[in-house]
């Protein structure tokens, strides 16, 4: 629009000097120019047409582990808005000055909660056994993104949760779903982690797994773990003699004691 209007202007000024055609000319040049700054394209970087998570499961085994060991972890929750998206999607403009093209940069987060072992066993008797699960180390994906060794972990908003049958509910969780509709989740090491940044991989909800650690086991320990959860007594066991160390140890799902 500038073009024709600037050339027109430009021939109404050409032609009080005897030359409207090059009035016409240089007056459609300038509009030209306005017209490409005006016209410049616009960029969408990065950005996600589904905000929406559907890769949880239902159904799975929950690990028992002793000593240190590393497991797979599981979403048990994702945090969702009012319109039932789970990524949340953050955006900042740039460029777009003497006909370049403005680019809109998306990046998105998620807030969520992965578990990763039983923390408390509970005994067919009504006792319990808890081993004191810790986090080590949290991968997502292959990336190391929490290590409990490092002076500090920045990139990651983290709450762990050791399996302990006395474990309050998440504040995160509570005020997303409801003091009332939010369990504690007692019994289960899990973590939480809040506006966790997804651009390092493909702005999709990795995988994660963890390196646990309890505290120092024996073999005997172990053994005594799962005759208990068979439905034996301390009375009908003896383990003084398997005092071995354990390193580490994994039951990653379900089977028989005898097994």
Request: aromatic share 8%; no cysteine; net charge negative.
């Amino acid at each position: 629009m500038a073009t024709i209007a600037l050339g027109l202007v430009g021939a109404a000024v050409g032609s009080g000097f005897g030359n409207p055609y090059t009035g016409f000319m240089i007056g459609s040049t300038i509009g030209s120019l306005i017209d490409a700054n005006n016209n410049a394209p616009h960029l969408d970087a990065n950005r996600v047409s589904d905000l929406r998570y559907s890769g949880s499961a239902y159904g799975n085994a929950i690990p028992r582990v002793w000593g240190y060991t590393r497991v797979a972890g599981n979403i048990i929750w994702v945090a969702r808005d009012s319109n039932g998206n789970h990524l949340s999607e953050h955006s900042s403009t740039s460029g777009g000055g003497k006909g370049s093209p403005s680019v809109t940069t998306y990046t998105y987060t998620a807030s969520l909660a992965v578990a990763f072992s039983a923390g408390t066993i509970t005994m067919p008797d009504g006792s319990q056994v808890d081993r004191n699960v810790q986090l080590k180390r949290l991968w997502a994906d292959d990336k190391v993104v929490y290590d409990v060794a490092a002076t500090s972990n920045p990139a990651v908003n983290l709450t762990f949760y050791s399996g302990t049958e006395t474990q309050a509910v998440d504040s995160l969780i509570a005020s997303k779903e409801g003091s009332a509709n939010t369990p504690a989740y007692r019994g289960l090491a899990y973590a939480v982690l809040t506006d966790f940044l997804l651009t390092d991989f493909g702005n999709r909800i990795p995988n994660f797994s963890a390196e646990l650690t309890t505290d120092t086991v024996t073999a005997g320990d172990i053994f005594q773990d799962l005759a208990r959860q068979s439905g034996l007594a301390l009375s009908d066991l003896d383990t003084t003699q398997a005092t071995n160390p354990v390193t580490g140890m994994t039951l990653p799902s379900r089977g028989s004691a005898q097994d």
